[in-house]
């Protein structure tokens, strides 16, 4: 059974940083990860990702050059690392994994391929 556990989150002004992290158990070392986030009145929408071995990460356009997803695998954690954050950036923020699939570079972008979520993680961000 896969868990996932998010951290990090805060109130910080923009152009602050952040860094969230999200500890898994279970197999998550070969599994492709992903921060997705969900504002107010919004849908849960795509924000980051990377494959099992971290060779290749995935991103909004959005957050483009503002964010970075790293993960490392002995300590079974994925990373965000947001700068330059602003306050469109305010919302609750989630890792997630696909069920049972290993070892795969296919990164789905909507949320209902995924099956095991943290319990979220707010961040927001004071103009």
């Known amino acids: 059974q896969v868990q996932l556990v998010e951290s990090g989150g805060g109130l910080v002004q923009a152009g602050g940083s952040l860094r969230l992290s999200c500890v898994g158990s279970?197999?998550?070392?070969?599994?492709?990860m992903v921060w997705f986030r969900q504002a107010p009145r919004k849908e849960r929408e795509f924000v980051a990702a990377i494959t099992w071995s971290g060779g290749s990460t995935y991103y909004t356009d959005a957050v483009k050059g503002r964010f970075t997803i790293s993960r490392d695998n002995a300590k079974k954690t994925v990373y965000l690392q947001m700068n330059s954050l602003k306050p469109e950036d305010t919302a609750v923020y989630y890792c997630?994994?696909?069920?049972?699939?290993?070892?795969?570079?296919?990164?789905?972008?909507?949320?209902?391929?995924?099956?095991?979520w943290g319990q979220g993680t707010q961040v927001t961000v004071s103009s």
């Open positions: 997630a994994a696909r069920g049972k699939v290993y070892y795969s570079d296919y990164v789905p972008l909507s949320p209902n391929e995924y099956d095991y």
């Open positions: 279970g197999r998550t070392f070969a599994m492709t």
